[in-house]
């Protein structure tokens, strides 16, 4: 039958490396180019680039992001979070592939902080956003699973840069709305997302109060069947609780929409939602000078990392910080005057090199 048409694994293996040579072939400047035609082979061998551990790789992937700077930036932003199970993926692939439909450019990422700790992915799963993955105006990029989360958050804010710099217009950012991650993503978003379900269990309890704060827009995700009554309660709920909450600084009044993704019901309002929300914090100045205080945050927070994985690597640190734990333990010094100690055996660390 069919069989002796499709390629065996050896023809499969050949392809692949072929593939692999021809990218290897291109050198900074041809990857830089074909990136900013919108070449998403390109795009995605510079990621793996800022993403690999090697250091020649990553100074390469590095070079070619800072000829891509002056073309990045022009894009919405936005984080989307939620519990899992709360409709995310299916919620980014439907308005996805609504935007992409349109004629808009896509691009889809995920910080995921559960791959860090089990390797395994709550995001990560391949099988997500079919139909988006394959939509010629789509980009998706699964979650970067290597490094601290700190380092995760850096290469996908590269990542976002080098999207911009390929033309796509609206990025996605989905994180899970447990610990730290959420933080992360709001800081490198211009519009925050929360996803919600209705009904589940003591309806404001779901999610802590300072990732409410941060939400731009609520979505109750799931309107559809049976759940059209008690998604429509919670709206009015989620309203009244976001009128608890101080006004924003940005001028923007956070709004509560209801979706279905599986039936792509409320899908285009939440895209109308973000669209008047670009056109008040670009004509008010706030968009511009929000992502000028990230870059100055990312900046900060890229110090303090480096000063401590510094800080850890210097030898005997270690054994400095155990012997004078226990002197602090014996209530013989201070915390303050610890850790002067510690900072003084690092800093003579330094000046003896
Ligand atoms: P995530 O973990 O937040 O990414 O959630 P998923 O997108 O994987 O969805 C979790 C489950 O909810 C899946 O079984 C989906 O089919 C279902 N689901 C997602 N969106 C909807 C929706 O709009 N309506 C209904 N009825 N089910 C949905």
């Given at each position: 039958m069919s069989s002796n048409k499709s390629p065996n694994k050896a023809q499969i293996d050949r392809l692949i490396a072929n593939k692999k040579k021809h990218a290897d072939r291109l050198t900074p400047a041809e990857l830089t180019s074909r990136i900013l035609k919108g070449d998403k082979a390109a795009l995605s061998e510079t990621i793996t680039l800022i993403e690999s551990k090697n250091e020649a790789q990553n100074k390469i992937g590095q070079e070619i992001l800072k000829t891509c700077l002056p073309q990045s930036g022009k894009s919405v932003r936005v984080g989307i979070t939620g519990v899992p199970g709360v409709g995310k993926s299916t919620f980014i692939e439907s308005l996805g592939t609504y935007l992409a439909e349109?004629?808009?450019k896509v691009a889809v990422m995920a910080i995921d902080p559960s791959s860090e700790v089990s390797k395994g992915s709550i995001l990560g799963d391949k099988t997500r956003m079919n139909n988006l993955a394959v939509h010629?105006?789509?980009?998706?990029?699964?979650?970067?699973?290597?490094?601290s989360l700190g380092g995760v958050a850096r290469k996908?804010?590269?990542?976002?840069?080098?999207?911009?710099?390929?033309?796509?217009?609206?990025?996605?950012?989905?994180t899970v709305g447990v610990g730290q991650s959420e933080t992360e993503v709001h800081s490198m978003t211009d519009f925050f997302l929360l996803l919600m379900l209705a009904g589940a269990g003591d309806e404001l309890q779901g999610i802590k109060r300072g990732i409410m704060e941060m939400a731009d827009t609520i979505v109750i995700t799931k309107t559809d069947g049976e759940n059209i009554k008690k998604a429509n309660l919670a709206r009015a709920e989620y309203k009244n609780a976001l009128h608890l909450f101080p006004a924003s600084p940005n001028e923007w009044i956070p709004k509560v929409e209801t979706?279905?993704?599986?039936?792509?019901?409320?899908?285009?309002k939440v895209w109308r939602i973000i669209q008047s929300f670009?056109?008040?914090?670009?004509?008010n100045g706030w968009k511009a000078k929000e992502r000028e205080n990230q870059q100055v945050y990312w900046m900060?927070?890229?110090?303090?990392?480096?000063?401590?994985?510094?800080?850890?690597k210097t030898d005997g640190i270690q054994n400095e910080i155990e012997s004078i734990t226990k002197q602090l333990k014996a209530g013989t010094i201070t915390s303050y005057q610890a850790a002067n100690q510690i900072l003084a055996y690092y800093k003579n660390g330094k000046t003896n090199i």
């Open positions: 349109m004629g808009k010629q105006n789509a980009f998706i990029r699964p979650t970067a699973t290597s490094g996908t804010r590269e990542t976002i840069l080098l999207c911009e710099a390929a033309g796509y217009e609206i990025i996605l950012i989905e979706v279905s993704s599986t039936e792509n019901r409320g899908i285009d670009d056109q008040l914090v670009v004509s900060n927070e890229s110090v303090k990392a480096q000063l401590l994985a510094d800080f850890s």
